[in-house]
């Protein structure tokens, strides 16, 4: 099963979510190198009553994301950390109103 | 000479601490005792379990200090049972200041906390979980065992959960706990204010009430504001029954009928809390001390 964790926020603009599914993650850490804002970090996450490594948005950018996300959101689909993830655990969604 | 309060200066935004004992229920020195305390942004709850069944629970307002607050209600959760903090064998924090939680075993984010604790009160056919908290809302969804499976946390800003609602209390002069049901005394439903931010919002419904709108029909405007966003949120989860609704704003009638309204489904049954039950706003500081239980069972293992 999977565990999603969605970071983002929905406003006037449309909807914008990082998505992490923290059971594909292996906590590699492409995604964070690729990052060109430092918005994603590894963090110890509980899952069936064992800790976990996996990446996440840092707690400072979580409510930064419609700024912090910005360069990379027209073509969010190649965002840098999309494209590095080879688990497939990092997408994006966009949804402009 | 005695000084009676001002009108002005009642404070309709306090709400009401809460502490209960299960005393029917009794605990040996063998009992695995746990306890999960829960630091929210504007209230702190600890619950007191043995072997995994909910034995004592008290709720409180969070001071300026966490681990002063984790303190307070933790004793508080304790007062009348006997135990003393050496007795729990495992303690876990979560909340927004878990960290700060300095008798901790551990701390565990809220998001797993919340999901298992709906599981514990209202059973395994939970899928869905919205918690209204002080300041963010998150939507859970969850399986049979109270395993999150996605959740989506808005902590953008404070609209539409408990401060914002604190807020409107005090400036309509309406008692929280009364909120709810004052919203809800309108004739047909206003439509819903244009922003939802905390701060516009207020200056929005000043407005409103200047253009000779009642305070109820304004806080109808508000509340069904709060209760869309709150939707679009569950509907990014994916809403899936049963579903249910924890943490303070949980009690707030105004809100919980408009969400179902919005989704189209009703939350199951809130338990009879104030008799015999338990209150949602603990459904994290549940969860947090059933990972307690499996913690210490699985460490006594190895």
Same mark, same amino acid.
């Given at each position: 099963m999977a565990i999603i964790t969605h970071y983002g926020y929905t406003d006037g603009s449309g909807e914008y979510y990082i998505v992490i599914d923290a059971e594909k993650c292996i906590g590699c850490a492409k995604c964070i190198v690729q990052c060109p804002q430092s918005t994603l970090e590894l963090v110890d996450m509980l899952i069936d009553l064992e800790d976990k490594t996996v990446a996440a948005v840092t707690e400072q950018q979580r409510k930064n994301i419609k700024y912090a996300c910005s360069p990379c959101k027209p073509e969010s689909g190649k965002a840098p950390c999309v494209l590095a993830c080879a688990e497939k655990a990092i997408w994006c969604v966009w949804n402009p109103r | 000479m005695k000084e009676t309060p001002r009108k002005e200066d009642v404070e309709y935004w306090r709400w009401q601490e809460y502490h209960r004992v299960f005393s029917e229920k009794k605990w040996k020195n063998k009992d695995i005792i746990t306890a999960g305390v829960d630091v929210g942004s504007v209230g702190s709850k600890a619950t007191i379990m043995i072997d995994g069944e909910v034995y004592s629970w008290g709720v409180m307002r969070t001071g300026s200090n966490s681990p002063d607050s984790a303190k307070k209600v933790l004793s508080w959760a304790m007062e009348? $049972? #006997?135990? *003393?903090? %050496? %007795?729990?064998?495992y303690i876990v924090g979560t909340g927004y200041g878990r960290v700060n939680v300095p008798m901790a075993n551990k701390a565990i984010t809220e998001i797993a906390c919340h999901a298992k604790g709906a599981n514990y009160i209202? #059973?395994? @056919?939970? *899928?869905t979980v919205l918690d209204v908290g002080g300041q963010d809302i998150k939507a859970i969804h969850c399986d049979e065992t109270g395993r999150v499976t996605s959740f989506l946390m808005n %902590?953008? !800003?404070?609209? #539409?959960?408990g401060r914002g609602m604190e807020v409107f209390a005090d400036l309509l002069k309406i008692p929280i706990e009364k909120i709810g049901e004052v919203s809800l005394q309108v004739d047909e439903e206003p439509p819903p204010? @244009? !922003? $939802?931010c905390v701060a516009f919002a207020k200056s929005e419904a000043m407005g409103l009430l200047r253009k000779g709108w009642s305070k109820e029909k304004v806080l109808a405007a508000y509340t069904q504001a709060m209760a869309i966003r709150m939707g679009n949120l569950i509907n990014r989860v994916g809403l899936e029954r049963e579903f249910v609704i924890t943490g303070g704003? @949980?009690?707030?009638i105004g809100i919980v009928t408009r969400i179902e309204k919005a989704l189209g489904v009703k939350c199951l049954p809130m338990p009879n809390w104030q008799e015999n039950g338990l209150d949602p706003m603990i459904a994290g500081a549940i969860g947090a001390a059933l990972f307690a239980k499996a913690l210490y069972e699985k460490a006594q293992k190895s």
């Open positions: - | 009348g $049972t #006997g135990l *003393r903090l %050496d %007795d729990l064998k209202w #059973g395994p @056919s939970v *899928r %902590d953008k !800003c404070a609209a #539409g959960t204010v @244009s !922003c $939802t704003q @949980s009690k707030n």
